[in-house]
């Protein structure tokens, strides 16, 4: 998994962060404010949990290979989040290489 450092030199990134499965912010980088970076670790870490949830029960509902769930990404207006693991970026939509981030996100 690439370091908030490395995360920040990719194409189309303005902020990279890491926070706690609770929602903690650990560490930040980038054009966010701290109060909007707080509540940016709160919201991914309120959604990893969802999607851990969710990964589970699709997988036995569907028979098919969704855990563990590793990463995710949500795009609106001209911004997107990129999840993977307890790292996420905010990326400028049109210039975000989401092949790129998603292997930096969630490669081990």
Sequence with gaps: MATL???MTMKGVIAAGQFSDDG???D????LK???AQAAAQFCGTVNMLFKTMSSSFQQMS????TPAQGW???GGQYSVCVGGDKGVFVETAK??????FKALVSR
């Design 5 to 7: 450092d490395e995360l």
């Design 24 to 26: 903690k912010l650990v």
């Design 28 to 31: 930040s980088r980038g054009q």
């Design 34 to 36: 701290p109060e909007v």
């Design 63 to 66: 028979g098919m290979q969704w």
């Design 73 to 75: 990404a949500f795009a």
């Design 96 to 101: 975000a290489d989401y092949n790129a981030l």
